[in-house]
């Protein structure tokens, strides 16, 4: 046997499936000897024997057979299991490592955009009320504005503007310099 050929998927196949009808032909040939060693024992007797005794060792007898029929039913399930297991854990394993990353990436990147989301979202809102002039309650003088940022002839100038900007400030980029994104 090719020990190198166990680590591929078809050698492994044709391993087990060989160890698997080898014990499920043992377990039916010990189940069929069980059967005629009880029967024959059953209907021999031996001197000295008491009225159950036929019964009681024949049932004694049959039972080891009965147990290794048993025991070579379990050991081809292992055979079976031995190959799903190999599958699981050795030839599929990449692929399944593969797919839970992709998948904590999207996640990842699902939070990431969710939170710039809600940064953006709450910095709109404070340059909205930073933008909106505040009421003044009422009897009360309302406060000029210093005259740098009033001009009559062009409406857009009378808010303060970012540094070098040719419009009006709408957004929180024009108060912070925009940096590399982190």
């Given at each position: 046997m090719d020990i190198n050929a166990l680590f591929t998927d078809e050698g492994l196949r044709a391993f087990t499936a060989t160890v698997r009808d080898q014990h499920v032909r043992d377990a039916q040939q010990y189940g069929q000897i069980a059967d005629i060693v009880r029967s024959r024992l059953e209907q021999t007797p031996i001197d000295g024997d008491r009225w159950m005794a036929k019964r009681l060792r024949a049932w004694k007898v049959a039972r080891q057979l009965r147990a290794m029929q048993k025991a070579s039913t379990e050991a081809?399930?292992?055979a079976e299991a031995l190959y799903a297991t190999y599958v699981n854990e050795v030839l599929e394993l990449p692929q399944r490592r593969a797919v839970a990353e992709a998948k904590r990436l999207e996640r990842k990147q699902g939070r990431q955009a969710a939170v710039g989301a809600a940064v953006a979202g709450s910095l709109n809102r404070?340059?909205?009320a930073l933008n909106t002039p505040q009421e003044q309650p009422g009897g009360t003088v309302p406060q000029?504005?210093?005259a740098e940022f009033v001009a009559p002839d062009n409406p857009w100038q009378q808010w303060p503007m970012a540094a070098g900007g040719e419009r009006?400030?709408?957004t929180i980029n024009d108060y912070f310099p925009k940096g590399d994104g982190k």
């Open positions: 081809a399930a292992k404070t340059v909205t000029a504005r210093p009006p400030t709408s």
